[in-house]
């Protein structure tokens, strides 16, 4: 998980790039949207926190044993994980 000074940086990034594109045009005032990007981040983050959390536990109740770290570990994660991603996209 990020800590909330990385958040609150990103948001500020992210807030300037905004600001700058010919693309966007703010109908809220900076505070606000400034806040909404601050509330997209944190929900975003801790989907996916909850999301490893599932993928760790599926992956910990395979009989086999997969060791965490392992060439095989990693491959099912990503795997698992962009499953799970998929499911939560849906909803």
């Given at each position: 998980?990020?800590?909330?000074?990385?958040?609150?940086?990103?948001?500020?990034?992210?807030?300037?790039?905004?600001?700058?594109?010919?693309?966007?045009?703010?109908?809220?005032?900076?505070?606000?949207?400034?806040?909404?990007?601050?509330r997209?981040?944190?929900?975003?983050?801790?989907?996916?926190e909850?999301?490893?959390?599932?993928?760790?536990?599926?992956?910990?109740?395979?009989?086999?044993?997969?060791?965490?770290?392992?060439?095989?570990?990693?491959?099912?994660?990503?795997?698992?994980?962009?499953?799970?991603?998929?499911?939560?996209?849906?909803?």
């Open positions: 998980m990020l800590s909330e000074d990385k958040v609150s940086h990103l948001s500020h990034v992210i807030l300037q790039v905004l600001k700058k594109s010919a693309l966007v045009t703010m109908k809220a005032d900076e505070g606000r949207v400034l806040k909404e990007i601050k997209v981040l944190a929900s975003e983050l801790a989907q996916e909850q999301i490893d959390r599932t993928v760790k536990a599926k992956l910990a109740s395979y009989s086999r044993g997969i060791v965490e770290g392992s060439a095989e570990w990693d491959v099912l994660y990503r795997k698992t994980f962009e499953e799970e991603s998929r499911k939560h996209a849906k909803t």
